[in-house]
T-cell receptor, first 115, second 109 residues
């Protein structure tokens, strides 16, 4: 177990609705990243938060937004849901290693279905 | 050209075989490299970081070839439990990590 938790585990929404996904990072990890993984694809980077500030963003529209809290937990918000938003949403927490590499540890994910 | 490319496979090998995967990347400024393992409908789990000098962890060996811009993963003495999808991850200087789509490995008796 990585110590990264996500909620809920599954969610069903309809087009146009809004959704909030939650993530608690591994103890001491100050960086949280969110990914979208469609079936048969690798995870796609949405954005990363470091000390409550967005610190990098992938190619996702503004209706994907997030927050990080002082305890380093995080939320991903998606507005105006579209059918193509159906995917596994993964949260990963990380801390730089002495070598400078940033090893990420993933939570179990939230499976979102948009009908 | 995609930023990170992997052969999706599947690689179908017998127990005990040695199997190798490559992952090519397009951004020559990339600085961070990793291999993750993902079981069906589960989250990715870190398998190993890939260092310039290469690294080994038991039956697993990872190599980085900067000149040709690829990383490799070698699995020796394959076990049934090695069956999974293997994802490579490449990060740039600002560390926006890019995952490949994964290579599927099936180890059969």
């Amino acid at each position: 177990e990585t110590g990264v938790t996500q909620s809920p585990t599954h969610l069903i929404k309809t087009r146009g609705q809004q959704v909030t996904l939650r993530c608690s990072s591994q103890s001491g990890h100050n960086t949280v990243s969110w990914y979208q993984q469609a079936l048969g694809q690798g995870p796609q980077f949405i954005f990363q938060y470091y000390r409550e500030e967005e610190n990098g963003r992938g190619n996702f529209p503004p209706r994907f937004s997030g927050l990080q809290f002082p305890n380093y937990s995080s939320e991903l918000n998606v507005n105006a849901l579209e059918l193509d938003d159906s995917a596994l949403y993964l949260c990963a927490s990380s801390l730089p290693t002495p070598s400078g590499q940033r090893e990420q540890f993933f939570g179990p994910g939230t499976r979102l279905t948009v009908l | 050209r995609k930023e990170v490319e992997q052969d999706p496979g599947p690689f179908n090998v017998p127990e005990g075989a040695t199997v190798a995967f490559n992952c090519t990347y397009s951004n020559s400024a990339s600085q961070s490299f990793f291999w993750y393992r993902q079981d069906c409908r589960k989250e990715p789990k870190l398998l190993m970081s890939v260092y310039s000098s290469g690294n080994e962890d038991g039956r697993f060996t990872a190599q980085l070839n900067r000149a040709s811009q690829y990383i490799s993963l070698l699995i020796r003495d394959s076990k049934l439990s090695d069956s999974a999808t293997y994802l490579c991850v490449v990060g740039g200087g600002s560390y926006i990590p890019t995952f490949g789509r994964g290579t599927s490995l099936i180890v059969h008796p």
